[in-house]
């Protein structure tokens, strides 16, 4: 039975260990804190307290595993933290995991290109933000290891979307003067291409371009009109014309393409954000609000 540590059970890292756990692997959790461990008590796998940053404290856990994921939350820090619990953290478990293949869940936000151009994984990721800086330091880090890079688009799904929440709180504005390309991935689609990148580990580090993998859906959307279908589907006004503010992926604006990932047996659920959106989220809605 393959032997799996998923360093971060959080929103994604919880999904899928789930998928883990049913497509027959032998599962254990990590998460930061008691109280989010004490949240996944009923899981089917076994759930520990461990702090990635802190050597000391990942040398305790002395586990074993084929595969070790790392998706870690910096919960909006700044560089500093983004060193301490990314590239620390995979520092961490590189040493205490000699044998098995790190998966980072990294971001699209390392791609800093500003033209609305189409990227993939051979496109230059050179981005301004020290936060994304630190997120390529660990990448190069876990590839020199032989690891796997996902690079995670913006997550959605049940009880999770911040553009749906922008046009529920009314804090959504159309800026026709800066309209940008919105790049999402659906949690499930991202559980199922780190199980996959996991099965096909061998694959996927002589896939080309390094062992790098976008995760995103299949459709990137104009802000303005992703604000104006969601307004349109919830039956509310169009958002107001003004400016946008600078979010957390920077003022970058691309197509972040999918097709390395599909290539190798990848397809998402949810194909768009729409479908995500209309199958995923809003039936949830009522018992998990966003």
Sequence with gaps: MPRIVIAGCGYVGAAAADLFYD??????????????????????????????????????????AHV???????????????????????????????????????????YAQRDGEWVNEESAAEPQRDTARVLRETEEL???????????????????????????TGEAVIDPHDDRYINQAHRDDIAAALLLLAQQRERARTAGARAIFNVVDNEPMLASECYRWLSDTLSRPEPP?????????????????????RKIGWRPRFPTFRAGILESVLPAQQTDPV
């Design 23 to 64: 497509a027959g692997w032998d599962v254990e959790g990590w998460t930061a804190s008691a109280e989010s461990a004490a949240a996944l008590r009923d899981k089917r796998y076994r759930v520990r307290v461990c702090d990635i940053s802190d050597p000391a404290a990942v040398s305790a856990m002395r586990a074993e």
């Design 142 to 168: 876990v590839l020199a290891r032989d690891g796997i890079v996902a690079r995670v688009a913006g997550i959605y799904g049940p009880g999770r979307s911040f553009l749906l929440r922008k046009v529920l």
């Design 68 to 110: 070790v994921i790392q998706s870690v939350s910096s919960r909006g820090g700044g560089a500093v933290e983004y060193r301490r619990l990314y590239l620390n953290g995979a520092a961490n478990l590189l040493q205490n995991f000699p044998a098995a293949t790190l998966l980072f869940t990294s971001s699209t936000s390392v």
């Design 241 to 261: 014309v003004g400016k946008r503010r600078s979010g957390k992926r920077g003022d970058s604006n691309k197509r972040v393409s999918n097709q390395k990932l």
